[in-house]
């Protein structure tokens, strides 16, 4: 069975005032496997991150169906949702959304106190991640404190805490200089390698080129895809390289 399974997902947002109309998705469909990790790529306003909060269910479709382990996210109920997204999902937002009032180890805990967990059993799970991440020293500090690059790494963090099956993450290189960047998508690849699925969605060529499939989106649709197969990461850089290209002529924006 697919972890995910999304079918002909559409997206129409009806603006407050004029109801004019935009179509964030079109048509979006296709299924990632258990243990894949998978790089969604596309124009800014392609959609990208509305299909992610579809996936999160922070969304509905204007119509379609998102399958998560088979269970058909329509058909969830809300008070059982963000019991439901805490078990399965780690979600990396594009804006970090991290809470100003509290401090980012306070920030990275709270998924793990809303899931009623001790506080000794919080700490052994954060000090790995926060090692890993590089923002032990800053684990006191408040996120108007600290730079962009840091709050990124804060909001990994607490996506990764309660080591998700599936981790959706928006972006979560695009703060980062080359180096924090590297030291992430080595960190992914691990996380990976160990069994969690991540999709990650991502402007960047050189992150996309460490994932094991590339997914191209446009106009709404999944335009392209590319497999690894046995290819290395230079050879996906090239590929993606090409396929970006493709992507950007005759494109409407
Ligand atoms: N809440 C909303 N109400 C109305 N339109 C919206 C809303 N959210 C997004 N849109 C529109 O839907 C389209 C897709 O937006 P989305 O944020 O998904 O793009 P994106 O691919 O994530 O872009 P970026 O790379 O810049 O983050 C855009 O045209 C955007 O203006
Ligand atoms: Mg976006």
Do not use: W
């Not at 996210?73 to 970090?96: H, P």
């Not at 408040?142 to 959706?168: D, H, M, N």
């Not at 335009?223 to 993606?240: D, L």
Request: hydrophobic letters at 40%.
């Amino acid at each position: 069975m697919s972890l995910l399974d999304v079918k002909n997902v559409k997206k129409i947002y009806t603006t407050r005032f004029g109801g004019s109309q935009v179509q964030a998705l079109a048509d979006v469909t296709f299924s990632v496997e258990p243990r894949e990790y998978v790089a969604i790529m596309g124009e800014s306003g392609s959609g990208k991150t509305t299909l992610l909060n579809i996936l999160a269910s922070l969304d509905k479709p204007t119509s379609g169906r998102v399958l998560l382990k088979g269970r058909d996210l329509s058909t969830i109920k809300d008070r059982e949702m963000a019991a439901f997204r805490r078990q399965n999902l780690g979600f990396v937002f594009q804006d970090f959304n991290l809470l100003d009032t509290f401090s980012l180890e306070d920030n990275i805990y709270l998924p793990l106190v809303l899931a009623g967990k001790k506080y000794e059993e919080m700490k052994q799970c954060l000090n790995p991640i926060a090692q890993q991440l590089g923002i032990t020293d800053l684990l006191k500090k408040f996120p108007y404190e600290v730079s962009g690059g840091q709050k990124q790494r804060a909001a990994v963090a607490r996506a990764l805490i309660t080591k998700p099956q599936l981790i959706l993450a928006d972006e979560p290189t695009g703060a980062l200089d080359s180096r924090a960047s590297d030291d992430l998508m080595n960190l992914f690849n691990t996380i990976n390698q160990n069994g969690q699925t991540i999709l990650m969605v991502t402007h960047s060529v050189k992150a996309a080129s460490s994932a094991n499939r590339v997914m191209f989106i446009k106009d709404g649709q999944v335009f392209h895809q590319i497999y690894r197969g046995n290819q290395t990461n230079e050879e996906m850089y090239q590929k993606i390289s090409a396929a970006l290209a493709v992507l950007s002529t005759g494109g409407e924006q």
